[in-house]
């Protein structure tokens, strides 16, 4: 079975302080990762996918395989930031694609 | 591009009854998903449509089904409605043949089951 697993509910910091969001993830086989981002009163969008090892505003995940993690990161913190980030995993082809399984979120707050 | 859309946006059921949430996807794209989240919950996969069938199902029951049209819109329909189903119900939409495997959402329906 596919479970993502996000430990923080809630996670403030300071502008210009770095954040992690952390994720992990249990699958048997050959996961798709991604990360999903709800700002207030906006749809959910995607942020970022693993296999193409991309960035987006300012934003930065590896996945770990060994650990079975996709943390997200970002060196320094800006207010528009604050926002629900969910971590979300896919199987890669087969009858399952496109059927994405969500952590329960973590809110950002991003304090001035 | 409208991008995916949803309607109605909020709506109040009453306990047994039975109600109809619509879902036009991306200009181009093929595949819908539907998704129920609860308050302080992750979205959870209800069931995905491709060709007017439904390809894969996720943990629920009957009283949950779909349909999708030949212009690939899609309803979710939810028969003898409990106070359990009131949620947030959206609606992706991604393209079965691209290399990017990404959906796009819509802004969701609240259901509201009293």
């Keep these: 079975a596919q479970r993502v697993t996000q430990p923080e509910k809630l996670l403030s910091v300071f502008k210009g302080a770095p954040v992690e969001l ?16 709800q700002y207030s009163r906006q749809r959910l969008q995607l942020l970022l996918r693993h296999i193409s090892r991309e960035s987006i505003k300012g934003f930065t995940a590896d996945l770990n395989k060994g ?3 996709f ?3 970002k060196p320094f913190a800006q207010e528009e930031d604050s926002a629900m980030y969910y971590c979300a995993l896919s199987n890669a082809g087969g009858t399952s694609y496109g059927k994405l399984t969500f952590g329960q979120g973590t809110i950002l707050t991003v304090h001035p | 591009d409208a991008g995916v859309t949803q309607s109605p946006t909020h709506l109040i059921k009453t306990r047994g009854q039975q109600v109809t949430l619509r879902c036009s996807p991306k200009s181009g794209h093929d595949t819908v998903s539907w998704y129920q989240q609860a ?3 992750g979205p959870q996969f209800i069931f995905q ?3 007017e069938e439904e390809r894969q199902r996720g943990n629920f029951p009957d009283r949950f089904s779909g349909h999708q049209f030949p212009n690939y ?9 409990l106070l359990g189903d009131s949620a947030l119900y959206l609606c992706a939409s991604s393209a079965q043949h691209t290399t990017a495997q990404r959906s796009f959402f819509g802004q969701g329906t609240r259901l509201t089951v009293v």
């Design chain 1, 22 to 37: 952390k994720c992990n993830y249990s699958y048997s086989g050959s996961p798709e990762l991604f990360w999903y981002v």
């Design chain 1, 67 to 69: 650990e079975t993690s």
């Design chain 1, 71 to 73: 943390h997200l990161k």
């Design chain 2, 39 to 41: 308050l302080g919950q």
């Design chain 2, 49 to 51: 449509y491709y060709e």
């Design chain 2, 73 to 81: 819109s899609s309803e979710l329909n939810v028969n003898a409605l």
